[in-house]
């Protein structure tokens, strides 16, 4: 559902400051994630789009990206609220706003107001779970509707390091160039897609390396 409140989302209230210190600290304990790009995020609200890997990948963006404007994540309820205790924390921090498949008129709402009201709007645009490091599957055409219609810029992320998770992984995450909509789609989405390929960090797989608690990787699918 949409965010409830009327206050305005380019700050963040106390608890979700803490819940992020908190889920920075965790994180960060167990992976090594390197954080790249950040003087690129623009100033006030926009479209946040990503490329998406693993179930760690909105907790990262949560817990590295700046806490102000707040990022808001839209996703399919069913990967949301697949695991309880996943679902509190997310419930807990807030800025979660499920969406069904098909919802097309009220995933186009939620975005909008998060927008007016000063938030970032984070989307995985590719629309499921990516199975290789490094590569981008074809993107859904939302993100350039999304940005259009609110005359937002979309910002592209890029994440590499977490397909497969165990203690002590690299985890990149690179801030990559800003798109502004021209009010083509076509040409929105090519820029869109350009973005995120340039944005996406180099990978490559470790080769005799230990890899310890790798049941990290499923832990929340």
């Not at 977490?162 to 203690?167: C, D, F, G, K, S």
Request: contains cysteine.
């Amino acid at each position: 559902m949409p965010p409830s409140s009327s206050r305005s989302l380019s700050s963040s209230p106390l608890r979700f400051r803490v819940a992020r210190a908190l889920l920075r600290l965790l994180l960060g304990s167990v992976f090594r994630v390197r954080a790249e790009g950040m003087e690129r995020l623009p100033d006030g609200p926009y479209v946040l789009a990503c490329n998406h890997l693993s179930w760690v990948d909105p907790f990262l963006l949560l817990g590295w990206l700046p806490a102000s404007p707040r990022v808001h994540f839209l996703g399919r309820r069913s990967a949301i609220h697949n695991r309880r205790w996943k679902r509190w924390v997310l419930d807990y921090m807030g800025g979660v706003i499920p969406v069904d498949s098909g919802e097309v008129r009220h995933l186009a709402a939620a975005v909008r107001e998060v927008l007016e009201r000063g938030g970032v709007a984070a989307i995985f645009p590719e629309g499921s779970v990516g199975t290789v490091e490094g590569t981008l599957q074809p993107l859904r055409r939302g993100v350039g509707h999304f940005a259009a219609q609110s005359d937002a810029p979309v910002v592209a992320v890029g994440l590499a390091g977490t397909h497969e998770l165990w203690r002590g992984k690299r985890i990149t995450l690179r801030v990559g160039a800003t798109v502004r909509p021209v009010g083509s789609l076509p040409e929105d989405m090519a820029a869109i897609e350009s973005a995120l390929r340039a944005a996406l960090p180099p990978y490559s797989e470790p080769e005799g390396t230990r890899r310890p608690w790798l049941w990290l990787t499923t832990l929340l699918r």
